[in-house]
């Protein structure tokens, strides 16, 4: 795993932390989803074109898309803390902005404010069409630090 | 398929349309999700538990719930027109209201608008547990009619 | 006070309580707005139609319905609790769905999962409009329980 | 009325018809707001704090929070055009993220995709907290474009 848009380092246990949970999670994997890119508070995450993902129209389903939009999220609230802390989605909304086709679907995922019990991230994703990305959506989330 | 919940009829037509449109959704396919019920303005749809769309805490992961979501509030919204029309979402927001854990997910939706241009609907999800339906989640969602 | 949509009644200490809380908000009295119902997990208001609170088009400008939307879920949120406790909003959507013409403004909201921190309500809008209510929006807002 | 965070410069002509509009709306008047910045789909607009938009702990409230994200965001889709045209919200989202207190609160508004029919724009609200910026709140809106 490599760190695409890193703004700031992450500690490397923090790294490992993350990048373990995220091989646990079965329906990344159903998804062929991949961590492309950790920071301090953020995330990257990388899914390929496949028939399944798809509408018949061609486009990456929503559902995929709100799926990428809600993990990255969660993951990029979780790379601020040390220990080993989770995060329940409360809430989220996500704007479709253009039309989902091209070879591969990025999410991106910045915490926008990480407050004692709420944290609020943005995930923006893209897709990767001829060459060139396009913003296909983007999404507002709202997380709780679980106990543990 | 049955109408489990039904209010208003909906014509036979509509019904083997939406139902022939279902049959040909991949990512419904790959999650195992079957239409359950179909009214005027109304959708019924289930999904069994498969480890797949489960989070490692057991609960049905987010991205299933919204994609159901989704998937129920526009097939919801095409029940109200006799033409074979679609709709494209412009946008959702789902509240998580409490854990996501049974034996199967149901998601419902209604149409709460149906305007010229814009459509809005609402899917409440639930899932089965030990007999009892647990509300885990409520969405809005707005789609736009795509013209054909 | 009258309750006017009640579907089970609230206690009358809670009921003081709101109503004298409701008073001290100068937002509300500079809109005119009434607490016109309080049930058990619902509050209703409603405010009367004036220039300032129009667009120039002469529907209710959307940061008034927005206002109400979430001062009618935070109060709902209060009416569960017993002791004097104080709802901050986390956040909050809105979907217009009509015009909002009419003589008045009315907004009824219910608490739909009232948890242990996280309370989630939804609002729907109305105005009076020739003696017939219109459904204007409908809002789902998020709560978080203040500790005092 | 000047320019605080242009980044392209907007046409006299589209600077002058968003200036006498935003004149005419009573809510804006009513809170004291002020157009303080324009660019191509970008729009900055500053309330100052007064008794009546506060709320009892001090913080302005969440309707008027709302109500600049929902006006900011709207004129800032009507920059990009150089007819006469309106918008209309078709819903918003907004996340408070910290307490709003301050001398006064500051929308700054950009389109974030402008559709044929749909535009999306985000709305970020800060408040001059003693001389320093604090962001208080980001807002997600939809609007579509009104025929004429």
Same mark, same amino acid.
């Given at each position: ?18 990048s373990e949970s995220f091989d646990r999670q079965r329906l990344m994997k159903l998804y062929g989803a991949k961590l492309t ?8 995450? /990388? ?6 993902? =798809?509408? @018949?129209?061609? &486009? ?5 898309? %709100? ?49 004692? /019990? ?6 923006? =994703?893209? @897709?990767?069409? &001829? ?5 296909? %959506?983007?999404a507002l989330l709202t997380f709780i630090k679980e106990k543990k």
């Amino acid at each position: 795993m490599e760190s695409i848009h890193p703004q700031e380092p992450v500690d490397p246990q923090i790294k490992k932390r993350v990048s373990e949970s995220f091989d646990r999670q079965r329906l990344m994997k159903l998804y062929g989803a991949k961590l492309t890119g950790i920071g301090r508070g953020q995330i990257e995450m /990388t899914v390929p074109s496949s028939e399944t993902l =798809l509408r @018949t129209s061609g &486009n990456f389903h929503g559902g995929v898309i %709100a799926a990428m939009a809600d993990s990255s999220g969660g993951y990029a609230a979780t790379t601020l803390h040390a220990e080993d802390v989770s995060f329940l989605t409360i809430e989220f909304k996500v704007n479709f902005l253009n039309q989902a086709r091209g070879s591969k679907l990025i999410a991106r995922a910045r915490v926008i404010k990480a407050g004692r /019990t709420i944290t609020v991230a943005q995930s923006d =994703l893209y @897709t990767d069409y &001829n060459g060139a990305e396009i913003q296909v %959506a983007t999404a507002l989330l709202t997380f709780i630090k679980e106990k543990k």
